[in-house]
């Protein structure tokens, strides 16, 4: 990587640089004592670090920090980049870097990388060090953002590994492929390889207008892969890839959330206790999946917020950071300014609650999150052992991007405003590859008429990058390497930005 220019996400530690998470914090020293273990291979590896990417406050879904103001969108100006890591998208489709390295606990590898025509590697989550990270979580990710599929694998060759500091990356240890990273990026056919098509994510019916158009360049880009030999296992338009193992494997590996989901079928006494044989219940639901009611699908088995964690990880980086003045989250809470103007339905939410909230937790419950983990890959493994799959397809996000300011698509039927980060986040590698432009978009705009105070708008001609998302197994980056390139040689869809436009108003 010698000479190679980076920027990197505001939320990892940099010596030469200040480290602010994206927040005005009045640390004592803004510049930490060290560097994040990954940027120091990229340093060892003679990268040139050029700049730190602006990132939402604190890491919120948002494209503005309390220090760095508003980000947006090269492609469009006022539209929005993609959160949180929408400042390294943005640094890398304008040109200004070769390559960023974001951070992703929800999609925030992803969204940028789709709303900026990129390539987006969230690698397995114990591949790469957190270390050096303000508010690292089980579910955080460290990966790069660049412009082509070889340029990733080249940053995944040296950000990989063990370190000491990172307990979690134990697990990658043997893991590890014996040839680099960039000899899977070899643009080769895909003979013989077995792509399932996710289609609870590409359910016209479940979803809106918003989403059409993004569902049919993905139609294309799947029968993109078909023409370059892979065999696409594909339930049909309507169909479900996953829904027969989410019946009959959800209800017993998340069986704690199953049960609180459906407390008709799961009734108390009035001391509390199981009032019924849930054992039994549950033995029967497996031998008779039609037993198992409506709801649970790959969409919806989310993890559930864990505040002892979030409370726990940022408590551990303030004591390693060191810094005199702000020790503790309630020194960063009382010592940092934070946006006044709290817009939830604009994805401007208050960052200062949302501490104090963390703050207040007493216990970590670690085994309950793990085991949510492990439940969810057993569902998504399972799935692609019986239909023999080497990987899957998705769009990367079903919404364009959004125009900053404006209220963002609210959830729906799993569907987010950003990407499908579900399988990311319970520790399934994701690679997202540019796969086109839309013509025309829905906005959406207020209205105190309309429900939730919001509606669709539209269509209204809008050239918007779309990206397609590729999922594996744990540690299966080759195999994602190996689709990613075949499929962004065959198609070329990535085209830079034209030009740029004005840059918009901070907001107070």
């Known amino acids: 990587l010698h000479g190679v220019a980076f920027s990197i996400k505001d939320q990892y530690d940099t010596f030469d640089m200040r480290t602010t998470g994206g927040m005005d914090a009045a640390y004592a020293n803004d510049r930490p004592p060290d560097d994040a273990t990954f940027v120091k291979r990229l340093r060892e590896a003679g990268a040139i670090i050029l700049a730190k990417a602006n990132l939402g406050e604190m890491g919120t879904p948002n494209s503005r920090s309390s220090f760095g103001g508003p980000f947006c969108n090269p492609y469009d100006t006022t539209r929005s980049p993609g959160t949180s890591s929408g400042g390294s998208g943005a640094s890398v489709a304008a040109n200004l870097v070769t390559c960023s390295i974001g951070e992703e606990t929800g999609g925030s590898i992803h969204h940028p990388a789709k709303n900026n025509s990129l390539v987006g590697l969230a690698p397995t989550q114990e591949l790469v060090s957190r270390q050096g990270m303000v508010g690292a979580a089980l579910n955080t990710r460290v990966g790069p953002l660049c412009r082509t599929v070889k340029d990733a694998a080249r940053v995944l060759e040296v950000i990989a590994g063990y370190d000491p500091k990172d307990e979690l990356t134990a697990f990658s240890v043997g893991r590890l492929p014996s040839e680099p990273y960039r000899s899977f990026a070899n643009e080769r056919r895909l003979d013989g390889i077995r792509i399932g098509v996710l289609r609870e994510h590409m359910d016209k019916k479940l979803f809106t207008d918003a989403d059409v158009e993004s569902i049919d360049i993905i139609e294309r880009a799947i029968s993109d892969l078909r023409r370059l030999g892979a065999t696409i296992v594909d339930p049909g338009p309507g169909g479900a890839l996953f829904q027969s193992c989410v019946d009959k494997y959800a209800p017993i590996y998340r069986n704690r959330n199953f049960i609180e989901q459906f407390p008709n079928l799961f009734p108390v006494d009035p001391n509390g206790k199981p009032a019924s044989d849930r054992i039994s ?83 970590l419950d670690m085994p309950n999150l793990f085991q949510d983990r492990f439940a969810y890959q057993q569902v998504v493994l399972q799935c692609m052992a019986q239909q023999k799959l080497d990987a899957l397809v998705s769009p990367a996000g079903n919404i364009p991007a959004y125009i900053l300011g404006a209220p963002i698509e609210p959830p729906l039927n799993g569907r987010t405003n950003s990407v499908w980060g579900l399988l990311g986040q319970h520790g399934i590698p994701t690679l997202s590859v540019p796969a086109g432009f839309t013509t025309q978009v829905y906005d959406r705009v207020r209205d105190a008429a309309a429900p939730g105070g919001s509606r669709l708008s539209g269509p209204v001609p809008a050239k918007l990058p779309v990206g397609v998302m590729f999922f594996g197994r744990p540690f299966s980056e080759p195999m994602l390497l190996r689709l990613a390139s075949a499929y962004e040689a065959a198609t070329k869809h990535r085209v830079p930005p034209p030009d740029f436009g004005s840059l918009p108003e901070p907001h107070q």
């Open 281 to 363: 219940q549950l033995v029967d639901m497996f031998f008779n999946p039609s037993l198992v009611p409506d709801g649970p699908t790959i969409r919806n088995m989310g993890p559930a917020p864990n505040f002892g964690q979030a409370k726990y990880m940022l408590s551990r980086y303030l004591k390693e950071r060191g810094d005199s003045n702000i020790k503790t989250i309630r020194d960063l809470i009382d010592k940092s300014n934070f946006y006044r103007d709290i817009r939830p339905d604009a994805g401007f939410i208050d960052r200062k609650a949302a501490l104090e909230e963390i703050n207040s937790a007493l216990t």
